[in-house]
């Protein structure tokens, strides 16, 4: 007993170091992940990557906290690295985790923060504005205003700068002013908000082709920019100013400035586009190519379609100049495909305008061969399409028809197995009433045997009896000879008066309600009326009980008795 006691302990302990073992060990992969996502020196997609993981593990453990910390840091790896639309799934996924009726905790209001600026980037302004009106409406700003609150301010007066309402910007802007000595925040993020502030001014004045009384704005912003995204919003606000104004030297510069910055942010594409503005401009086309494909790598990462489709202009002005219109077509058509509103028949007929004659001929022929080109295209894909579905149709035919047949065969194979089971069982039961005949017939033969001794056995004592004074003696000899070898002289055999009655009673009612029973059937219902066992009923007919017992059952099946009546009811029934 004390060693199975020890062996039981041991294999305990082996179970709880494996168990310990693989919990390290996992542990100790996801802590090696979190490092790789940490790790600078890999490419974004890389750390991204790294985050996916520990992500996977973290939501299988139902570890809601570590989960929602690796999101955002998963978050700022794409909103820092320009992959803006892996970054609002990130946010996405953190603001809709909230629980309804509680406030708000730091890590919701980060990545709604985060959403506004992202919504706005792609120039989902309304979408950008529905999430600063959250905040504001959140009971966190009812109470004690926060960063986050004015940030909201700030995020709804660019959305409406953008929408040219400068109205609504300008009432934003005083409600912030307003709020903002009761705001509850940090010495550094009070100069976040301040920068944003400035800016925003800034933008309004621009708006309004001020452009002087905007250059103190920008510098008061400039003083209070604390990140390299601030920095790049300032530079741009000033070349922009500067391209206004017509120094396009000062211009230059801040772009070049931008575009030696290592940042992937939106503000960087905004800036890289107003430069290839300025060198087309210019006339400096091969200068231009060179900012619009560093944009166009940005882009490619940011999926901003605006900026795209602006980029596509400019990029299709640069060819039409250097008389290159069919590339110059491609890039109108994609700019049109991205945003129908931003291009329309007039520009292509404007430009058109500025050609000779031939090169007026080149540019219909471009036009026209591309636009058969598109036709021709778009009419394959439709007939592939037509041909994809009807193949489609006809292989759904096609197995609709292989699960029918499959139906209707093992329907037919359940009745075949049902009918061969009934057969089967039917073969048994009539192989059985053989054997019964088969039995029958042998004590038939058996009796019929004896009889036939009996008769020469009584034809002998008859004999020596005739003359005799001993005629008496002799016929109880005879008597007792037919009792021996069991020959009846009734109908059924029996000699009985009891029974006689019975049968005689009952054979005539029960074949008129049940014609098809045998005399044998009729000769156990009498002994049943008798409450004679199968025993005795078995001694007296000669034959054996198994017999007696199948007729009696073929007797119940025809007579079909009622469950809540005994055999021997239904028959006195029936006298």
């Known amino acids: 007993m004390i060693r199975i006691i020890f062996i039981l302990i041991a294999i305990i302990t082996c179970s709880i170091s494996v168990v310990a073992d693989r919990h390290t060990d996992s542990y100790i992969r996801i802590e090696h992940m979190k490092d790789k996502i940490e790790d600078q020196s890999l490419s974004p997609v890389a750390r991204m990557n790294y985050a996916d993981s520990v992500l996977y593990v973290y939501k299988k453990e139902g570890n809601d906290s570590l989960y929602r910390q690796v999101l955002q840091t998963k978050g700022e790896i794409a909103y820092t690295e320009g992959y803006y639309t892996q970054a609002i799934e990130c946010y996405k996924k953190l603001v809709e985790s909230h629980s309804t009726g509680k406030a708000f905790t730091g890590i919701e209001y980060f990545a709604m ?11 989902w302004y309304m979408k950008s504005m529905a999430v600063a009106f959250k905040i504001i409406n959140s009971d966190d700003h009812r109470r004690q205003p926060n960063y986050y609150n004015a940030d909201a301010y700030n995020q709804l007066t660019r959305a409406f700068i953008r929408m040219r309402d400068h109205e609504t910007a300008e009432f934003y802007i005083a409600e912030l002013e307003r709020m903002l000595p009761s705001c509850s925040m940090s010495k550094l993020e009070k100069r976040d908000i301040l920068f944003l502030l400035n800016i925003n001014k800034a933008a309004l004045l621009i708006d309004a082709k001020n452009y002087q009384a905007a250059f103190p704005l920008i510098k008061a912003a400039e003083r209070y920019a604390s990140s390299e995204e601030q920095n790049i919003a300032v530079i741009s606000d000033k070349g922009l100013i500067y391209v206004l104004l017509g ?5 230059e510069e801040c772009f070049r400035k931008i575009e030696q910055m290592p940042s992937s942010h939106y503000l960087k594409s905004v800036a890289l586009l107003n ?26 990462v940011q999926d901003i379609h605006h900026l795209r489709s602006a980029l596509l202009r400019v ?41 000779n004659e031939q090169e ?25 399409g037509v041909l994809i579905l009807i193949l489609l149709l006809f292989i759904l035919m096609v197995i609709i028809k292989t ?13 075949i197995r049902f009918h061969r089971k009934r057969y089967e069982k039917d073969i048994s039961h009539y192989e059985v009433m053989l054997e019964d005949k088969r039995r029958e017939l042998n004590e038939y033969v058996t009796a019929i045997g004896k009889a036939e ?20 003696k002799r016929i109880e000899q005879i008597i007792t ?33 049940f014609p098809t029973l045998t005399k044998s059937e009729i000769a156990m219902c009498a002994f049943i009326l008798m409450d004679t066992s199968n025993k005795e009923i078995a001694a007296i007919r000669n034959t054996s009980v198994r017999t007696v017992e199948n007729t009696k059952y073929r007797m119940y099946k025809k007579l079909n008795v009622p469950a809540d009546t005994s055999v021997k009811e239904f028959l006195l029934s029936m006298l």
């Open 453 to 472: 001794k009996a008769l020469v056995e009584i034809n002998n004592i008859v004999r020596n009896s005739i003359n005799s004074a001993n005629s008496d």
């Open 360 to 384: 007026r001929y080149k540019l219909l022929a471009s036009i026209d061969r591309l636009d058969i080109e598109n036709r021709t295209h778009n009419i394959i894909i439709i007939i592939a």
């Open 247 to 251: 120094d396009n030297k000062f211009a």
């Open 403 to 415: 699960r029918k047949k499959s139906a209707l065969i093992e329907l037919l194979s359940s009745k």
């Open 275 to 300: 430069y290839a503005l300025l060198l087309y401009r210019e006339n400096r086309f091969g200068e231009a190519e060179e900012v619009i494909a560093a944009c166009k790598r940005l882009l490619a």
């Open 315 to 355: 990029e299709a002005d640069i060819f039409y100049s250097t008389g290159n219109y069919a590339d110059g077509y491609k890039c109108l058509r994609q700019a049109i495909e991205i945003n129908d509103s931003i291009l329309s028949a007039s520009n292509i007929r404007q430009i058109m305008k500025l050609a």
């Open 481 to 513: 000879v037919l009792n021996q070898i069991g020959i009846i002289t009734t109908e059924e055999g029996d000699a009985s008066d009891t029974y006689n009655s019975l049968y005689l009673k009952i054979k005539a009612p029960l074949l008129k309600s």
């Open 113 to 123: 923060s985060r959403l506004e600026r992202l919504y706005y980037y792609k120039g």
